[in-house]
């Protein structure tokens, strides 16, 4: 397993901007999959973005799609989340996920697909 720290949270008026990101401790971050998931008061887990292991193929919930940008530093063992554009209803904890059982879609949609997780980052927009 990898251990993932998250950071880049805090509060944001709409129609603004953060960038997430998640460092990974561990040998195996470069050679899988990783993905942000996000949950609220409202939501359970859900799934935002997932970025292939060598960050050519990205995968987005239709939420987010066109506003969230998920990207890797493999050398820097980072992954990224930059969203821009939110809006109230992105409230929410955001995690990092790593670790997948499985590669590819639909499983990367999938919190049980996950071993690896991060302890949240709080995201805030507020009106």
């Known amino acids: 397993q990898v251990q993932l720290v998250e950071s880049g949270g805090g509060l944001v008026q709409a129609g603004g901007s953060l960038k997430l990101s998640c460092v990974a401790s561990g040998r195996t971050f470069s050679s899988k999959a990783m993905a942000w998931f996000r949950r609220s008061p409202r939501t359970d887990r859900e799934f935002v973005a997932a970025?292939?292991?060598?960050?050519?193929?990205?995968y987005y919930a239709d939420s987010v799609k066109g506003r969230f940008t998920a990207s890797r530093d493999n050398a820097k063992n980072t992954v990224y989340l930059q969203m821009t554009s939110l809006k109230p209803e992105d409230t929410a904890v955001y995690y990092c996920?790593?670790?997948?059982?499985?590669?590819?879609?639909?499983?990367?949609?999938?919190?049980?697909?996950?071993?690896?997780w991060g302890q949240g980052t709080q995201v805030t927009v507020s009106s």
């Open positions: 996920a790593g670790d997948p059982s499985i590669e590819g879609t639909p499983y990367y949609y999938r919190p049980s697909n996950f071993a690896s």
């Open positions: 970025i292939s292991r060598y960050g050519g193929s990205t």
